[in-house]
């Protein structure tokens, strides 16, 4: 199992720059749709999972240890 490396605030954050990100798919037009669907998929995904591959490159972790 993965440990996890985003903590439970910056967790919340991405859920809901994701959610604006999924939303503005649906107003912009063009390639900027596109890498707003994709920006907003990777931010929901890593919110859900609790794990961000660059943080576990650069050695960041901004969760909180047990």
């Not at 503005?24 to 990777?42: N, S």
């Amino acid at each position: 199992m993965i440990e996890t490396n985003v903590g439970q605030t910056e967790r919340l954050m991405r859920a809901a720059l994701g959610i604006v990100g999924v939303a503005l798919f649906f107003v912009l037009t063009g390639w900027l749709q596109w890498l707003a669907l994709v920006v907003g998929l990777v931010l929901l995904t890593t919110a859900a999972v609790g794990w961000c591959p660059p943080y576990s490159l650069l050695g960041i972790n901004t969760a909180r240890r047990r």
